[in-house]
């Protein structure tokens, strides 16, 4: 079995396999390694884990042949409404409401759960005959260039791409520092069954202490990704189940109805995490490898699919004119279209945190008014929703629903 390929993805999730798929398409030969056995996750049953996925980011999954097996189990978010807020007195009266139906390119994005996701990524995956995936521990030896072997086999390729994640080993090995600070948060993900239907609605609830996202699922649950500083995310962590819910009724409010656990329960610090570049010799990062950012805005995976849409589009034309597809000047290509669009992203969502997570009364009264203004300017509103669903910046050609 030949250990070459063009191009080796170190990662198996949910960056690399859609970027496999799109190069394979492409007309390029893919090996992908995760160092863990490929997971049961998308056997498994309801666990509350889900995506928000902007409109373009669903494009992209229809792009490279997953969409038709995930339609049947998305919940469409056809509204968006923020507003600022405090436990005890509830959601701030200035609200700033994005409704889908003012732009003409369909609902804003979509949920969709984690192991739909994966599990129709997998199937794709293993129907493809251009892309090998391989299991087990890898050993790297870069010596003059990149060799990886994995399962026994010694790996060679002309690009390799690091979608390994935060604590991207890849990264590590090329000498990629990285900037970014802690941002004393930990985020509480879970779901919840309520009484009354959330009408495709999602929620971001700015509170003193971080910030709260209730997110529509199908079959009136939704779910919930709740920021909190950490020793307050630590001890409610601890909760038995009645008592977690009972400290998140006060924050969540009666809006829907009664409420109840739904899945399981997960927690991560929250922190925000740069890479200094993208790219290195015939190495490039993508997704939380190259960028992780705060979860306020649910941009986190629709960030590491731009990557993938633009790293696939730079690689597949280069190689259809010939190039060295791991040259320097080729991968200068994909670091100077997604370094500054990314580093704007996440410096504005960590301004917005900083704006939100506090109880500076001025402060909360400025962001109030701003947000009642913007809602009240239906030309500025448009546009903040077609950012939300993915739709603005110069998008490659598998955020618009095409091949490169």
């Known amino acids: 079995m030949s ?142 260039g990149w060799a990886l072997t994995a399962s026994g086999l010694r790996l060679e390729a002309r690009l390799v791409v690091g979608c390994d994640g935060r604590g991207s080993s890849t990264a590590q090995r090329a000498g990629i520092g990285r900037i970014g600070w802690d941002y004393g948060q930990t985020a509480l993900v879970t779901a919840v069954e309520h009484e009354k239907p959330h009408g495709g609605t999602a929620h971001q609830l700015f509170l003193p202490t971080g910030p709260l996202a209730i997110l529509p699922l199908p079959d009136n649950r939704s779910s919930i990704v709740w920021s909190e500083r950490r020793s307050i995310a630590e001890a409610v962590r601890a909760l038995p189940a009645e008592e977690y819910l009972a400290a998140l009724r006060p924050r969540f409010g009666d809006f829907l109805g009664s409420l109840k656990l739904a899945g399981a329960r997960f927690s991560y610090p929250l922190s925000l995490s740069l890479a200094r570049s993208f790219v290195a010799p015939r190495l490039a990062l993508v997704g939380d490898a190259a960028h992780g950012v705060h979860p306020l805005a649910g941009q986190g995976l629709n960030l590491g699919l731009r990557d993938v849409a633009a790293l696939a589009e730079v690689v597949i034309r280069a190689a259809r004119r010939g190039e060295d597809i791991g ?78």
Not at 81 to 89: C, N, Q, V, Y
Not at 358 to 375: C, S, T, Y
């Open 327 to 404: 040259a320097p000047d080729v991968l200068a290509r994909y670091q100077d279209w997604r370094g500054p669009e990314t580093r704007t992203m996440a410096l504005g969502m960590d301004a917005m945190n900083r704006l939100f997570s506090n109880e500076n009364p001025i402060l909360r009264l400025g962001r109030d008014l701003g947000l009642g203004a913007v809602n009240a300017l239906p030309g500025l509103r448009r546009g903040f929703i077609r950012q939300a669903a993915g739709l603005s910046g110069h998008l490659p050609a598998l955020l618009r629903g095409e091949r490169p």
């Open 3 to 144: 250990g070459k390929s063009d191009i080796l993805i170190i990662g198996g999730g949910l960056n690399g396999l859609p970027l496999a798929l799109a190069l394979a398409q492409g007309g390029l030969d893919v090996t992908v390694v995760d160092a863990r056995p490929a997971p049961a996750r998308g056997e498994a049953g309801f666990d509350g884990r889900a995506y928000s996925l902007a409109a373009a980011s669903c494009r992209l999954l229809r792009a490279v042949g997953v969409w038709d097996a995930v339609a049947d189990q998305v919940q469409p978010i056809l509204r968006i409404r923020t507003a600022g807020g405090r436990p005890d007195l509830g959601a701030s009266p200035f609200v700033l409401t994005f409704d889908g139906a003012e732009i003409e390119d369909g609902p804003m994005g979509t949920m969709l759960e984690d192991r739909f996701l994966y599990a129709a990524l997998l199937k794709a995956i293993s129907a493809q005959p251009r892309i090998r995936l391989l299991s087990g521990e890898q050993v790297v030896d870069q010596g003059e």
